[in-house]
């Protein structure tokens, strides 16, 4: 589709293909592509856009399946401009472009636990949307407050009673982008935290395909909430052990494969489509329904067209 869009001091292109900024590398391509310079110039955008072309904000694309379509849409990517750090005494203020990794080594070097962070590939705006976690430590426990635009163009501040956090998931209004978080974490011996985020790294290579291009975890956990990575931790309602038990793991449609790995990675063996991923996961959610009763719910989020001719449109 076509739109007029008004004029800018960042980057707008048309029809760019979503595979290039997706971690599972597939997606047909969105409308426009928009690459705000600074949070004027990404508001005034918005306020002069037509308020019926749909927005959406992406991070990294490390919790995206983009259909073979792509997305009828002005996709906003935050870069550079959104990617500063500061630290004052425990509370640290990330743009919403920053990657949660450095977030968590900046922190920490400044004596701050945001060490939960060090493993998420995903962005900050992502880990708030997502309510992204691990270890037993999710971002609504340590988040203060946020900085987003509307989607008619109005700077706003956003609190935790604002986005009402949830396993995976907020209530941030469609088309909102966030572009700031503050966030406070307990205080934390530097060395220490450095080593603990090196556990972290290892403990994922060893039961996770972190080298494969993935999205992460494909379903919610049934119980509702992360790994906290104990030898207590129980593994009757995690999504992994309901996989394996219906026969899915290692399960392949096309070019796309429930990894060996880890029984809830959806992998990109190379050359899959969306719809090969998309197909897989339904395959399992049923086989799981079929042998325990229990209906998966995805983590991953789906976006966009399934059909490829509507891309050529
Ligand atoms: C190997 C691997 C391991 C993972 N492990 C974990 C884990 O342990 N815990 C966990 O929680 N997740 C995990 N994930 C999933 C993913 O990294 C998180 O969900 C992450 O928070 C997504 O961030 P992103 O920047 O990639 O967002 P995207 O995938 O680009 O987008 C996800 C959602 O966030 C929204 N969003 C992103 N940026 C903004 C913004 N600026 N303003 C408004 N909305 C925005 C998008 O609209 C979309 O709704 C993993 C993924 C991979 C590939």
Redesign the pocket.
Known sequence: MSYDLPEVRGRLTRHKPLSDL??LRVGGPADVLFQPADVEDLAAFLAALDPAVPV?????????IVRDGGLRAVV?R?GRG?NGIAVAGNRVTAG??AL?AHVARRAAEAGVDLSFLR????????????????YGT??ADVFVSAR?VTRAGEIVTLTPEDLNFHY?QTD?PEG????EATFEGPAGDPGALQARMEEQLRR?DES???KER????TFRNPAGF??TGRADDVHDLKAWKVIEDAGMRGARLGGAQMSEKHAN?LINTGGASAADLEGLGEKVRKKVYETSGITLEW???R?GEADEVAAAK
């Open positions: 997706t971690w959406f904000p992406m991070g990294v694309g490390s919790n995206l906003i935050l959104f919403a472009a949660d493993t998420i590939p995903g962005s900050i705006g992502g880990a708030v949307r997502m309510n992204a976690g691990c999710y971002t987003a995976r941030l909102m982008v966030l572009v994922r996770q395909p972190t993935s999205a992460g975890s992360s790994s990675f983590e991953i989020m976006i």
